[in-house]
Each structure stands twice: as C-alpha cells, then as structure tokens.
C-alpha cells in the first residue's frame, strides 16, 4: 500500500523563478493539504483540496496556488519565488474531514532552496 | 494560533518510558488530541488520537485526563529511533480539520 509520495525531494531554483511540486495521496485518500516547514519550525498550513476545488487557505500570499487533478494528485506552484520560501514543503492526504476523523498521512516532502 | 503547549525539550534513557505532556485548556467537548512525531528529514508521521476515553496502539498510549484540559503520550519503553519532534494537536473541524502545528517537544533518547 503506497503511502503518500511527494516528487522531487530535492531542488535548487533562483529568486523570481517560478516551482511546481507534485504529490499523489495514499491509496483511498481523495483529500490533499499542503505545509511549508521552515527550518526549525514546525509545518505552516498552507491550503487543502478535495474535490478538485480549494478548500481552507493558510495565511499564504496569492504566490501560492495548487491544483487537484481527477485521480486526486494534487501540485502546488509557488511564483516570482523569494529567499524566504526555502522551506521543506509537505503534502498530506486524508479522507474528507466530514466523513469523520481521519489522521493525516503525510509524505516525505520536497527540499526547496532558493538562491 | 496552535490550541496547545508543550515543553520545548525532553530526554529519556533508553528503554525507559517517556511521558510527554500536553496542554489544551481551550479544547470543546467534541475536539479530538491528536499526536504526531517527525523523525528528522521525514515527513510527520500520525501515532494516536483520542477524545475523552484513554487509547493505546502497538506505538503508544494516550492518557487524557478527566477534564480533557490536558494529555500525556506514553512510549512505553523507549528505543533511539524514538527520537524525534512530538507534535500534540488538536484539530479546527470547523476548518476543515487543518492541523496548526506549535513547536512540539524535541525528545532525545539516549543510551
């Protein structure tokens, strides 16, 4: 049973440049959130998806937006990037929250540096 | 803002239990504790929730106490790659379950 897992793990990109990160869900999940763990910190909240829709937004500026495809897979684009989005950023999946209490499963993440 | 709190640190000798504690003084009488841990360079990982009624899995037990104004996640006998960062949340269902995620407590299992 595939867990979550989050492509690439690594990778270097220069300030105003634009990223896209991918993840594909556990098998049976269909809903997708996104963190950004700075260094040292603990993970920020920054939206979630089900049904191919946005659902819940952290306070992240409109630089980041994501996407839900039909077999659920979700990417997350960061544009015109800043020194301060070098962050390990983590996708989790779930079930939807209103089918009850459904831990997250969260995958191993990708290593954004900028410079 | 992040509905517990946590000591920053703990250690705990090989073998040993290690009780770490939780408050949640603000927490409603239907919001679950959540406790996940992030061993370094992985992703968190989910270890156990509960509501009011003490739980235990193969990882860990929970004990919440009467009030269910705070919680302590037992690791009965603590092994090295029990190190890592513990995580006690609890949930915003209002808000479409988001975890908000505080510091957590670093704890260091040491032979």
């Known amino acids: 049973d595939a867990g979550v897992t989050q492509s690439p793990t690594h990778l270097i990109k220069t300030r105003g440049q634009q990223v896209t990160l991918r993840c594909s869900p556990k098998s049976g999940h269909d809903t997708v959130s996104w963190y950004q763990q700075a260094l040292g910190q603990g993970p920020q909240f920054i939206f979630q998806?089900?049904?191919?829709?946005?659902?819940q937004r952290g306070n992240f500026p409109d630089r980041f937006s994501g996407h839900q495809f039909p077999n659920y897979s979700s990417e997350l684009n960061v544009n015109a990037l800043l020194l301060g989005d070098s962050a390990l950023y983590l996708c989790?999946?779930?079930?939807?929250?209103?089918?009850?209490?459904?831990?997250?499963?969260f995958g191993n993440g990708t290593r954004l540096t900028v410079t | 803002d992040a509905k517990t709190t946590q000591p920053p640190s703990m250690d705990c000798a090989e073998g040993r239990a290690a009780n770490l504690p939780c408050n949640h003084s603000?927490?409603?009488?239907?919001?679950?504790v959540y406790w996940y841990r992030q061993i370094h360079s992985q992703g968190p990982q989910y270890i156990i929730h509960?509501?009011?009624n003490n739980e235990t899995n193969e990882m860990a037990s929970l004990i919440i106490t009467e009030d269910r104004k705070s919680s302590t996640l037992i690791l009965p006998h603590a092994t090295l790659r029990d190190t890592a960062v513990y995580y006690c949340i609890v949930p915003d269902y209002n808000q479409g379950g988001k975890l908000i995620f505080g510091q957590g407590t670093e704890l260091s299992v040491k032979p």
């Open positions: 509960g509501l009011k």
């Open positions: 989790a999946s779930s079930l939807p929250a209103g089918t009850g209490y459904s831990p997250l499963h």
């Open positions: 603000t927490i409603s009488g239907n919001e679950y």
């Open positions: 998806y089900y049904e191919e829709e946005e659902r």
